[in-house]
């Protein structure tokens, strides 16, 4: 039996938790030049022919190798190049360590779960699934503390929410937010609920201000449905007042005279976003914003003393708003 496992099945939508499960296999070879001497990565689909050759080569000034294949579940799933493979990775020597990684779950009935269960110490087997609602959470807080700054509970909850399970996303989101803060004191919620956006529907509130803007009631409900169904409807709503603060206060700067990039600085708001809102904020007046924005706090009132449902307050802000010329 092999003293450490020769064959690494790491499958699974994280890729951002295989890179780094990968790093630190690739670490345990030495220096960084002597790693990358022997280290090879195959392309999904790389015949056996290269695979059997970069893992039976010796290591050079190492302990081990590490080659790194892509899909092979897929690429061997037919009977007869299947057999072959399987042979291979019983030949698969100490000296390797050669890491399958397969984007999607393997189940156990699966030929090459099989095949790692019957190898025994040989093979190694995890699965990397995206972090999701509280685990996504956990995951900011501690990932906020290794980049030198500090996440509230509060704040990663409303950003695990918003992100889904796009942990590369949160990530980006979390960098900002951190530099935000300057890295000196702790990001709050009110920051996540300024500054962040729903990972994969960044156009969401934009598509549903565009359409209050151009008295489409029809378009704006149609904007509106989806983020009901998919949010947390507190903190969906939170983030509507945020982001029609957001048009306020860009809205303010550019009657004084002041650009993007004021708006991006004063606001502390990442460029992209700033010159979005300032192209939005430019189709309403200060007076119809201001409007909007003490409408939204007055529903915020009436939702947090229990008189109205998120749900209903905002579909009725929505259908008030819609009726009337921005």
């Known amino acids: 039996m092999a003293t450490k496992p020769c064959v690494y099945v790491f499958m699974g939508e994280d890729d951002t938790a295989i890179r780094e499960e990968v790093a630190k296999l690739a670490r345990k070879l030495g220096d960084p030049a002597t790693a990358e001497m022997n280290t090879t990565r195959l392309e999904p689909g790389a015949n056996l022919d290269a695979l059997r050759r970069a893992a039976l080569a010796a290591p050079f000034l190492a302990e081990r190798r590490l080659v790194i294949a892509q899909q092979t579940a897929k690429t061997y799933n037919a009977t007869e190049p299947r057999g072959r493979f399987l042979e291979f990775l019983n030949e698969v020597p100490d000296s390797t360590a050669l890491v399958l990684i397969e984007p999607a779950g393997l189940e156990d009935r699966h030929w090459l779960m099989k095949w790692a269960d019957a190898a025994e110490g040989r093979a190694f087997v995890r699965g990397f699934n995206l972090p999701e609602g509280a685990q996504l959470a956990s995951w900011l807080i501690q990932r906020a503390k290794e980049l030198g700054g500090e996440l509230q509970p509060q704040a990663a909850a409303a950003l695990a929410q918003l992100q889904a399970t796009d942990k590369a996303s949160a990530e980006q989101e979390l960098h900002k937010l951190l530099a935000y803060a300057n890295y000196g004191r702790p990001v709050t919620i009110a920051d996540v609920q300024l500054l962040s956006l729903p990972s994969g529907e960044h156009g969401d509130f934009f598509a549903l201000a565009d359409a209050l803007s151009a008295s489409n009631g029809t378009r704006a409900m149609q904007a509106l449905l989806p983020l ?7 903190l969906l709503y939170f983030s509507m007042v945020g982001h029609f603060r957001a048009l306020l ?25 700033a010159k979005k809102m300032a192209a939005q904020a430019r189709l309403f007046s200060l007076q119809s914003l201001e409007r909007i924005y003490a409408r939204l706090l007055e529903y915020d009132e009436q939702i947090k003393t229990g008189e109205i449902e998120p749900r209903l307050a905002m579909q009725t802000f929505v259908a008030e708003l819609s009726l009337q010329a921005a």
């Open 249 to 273: 206060q860009s809205r303010d700067l550019l009657d004084a005279g002041q650009g993007e990039a004021d708006i991006a600085k004063q606001l502390g708001m990442h460029p992209y976003r």
């Open 228 to 234: 009901l169904e998919e949010r947390d409807l507190i």
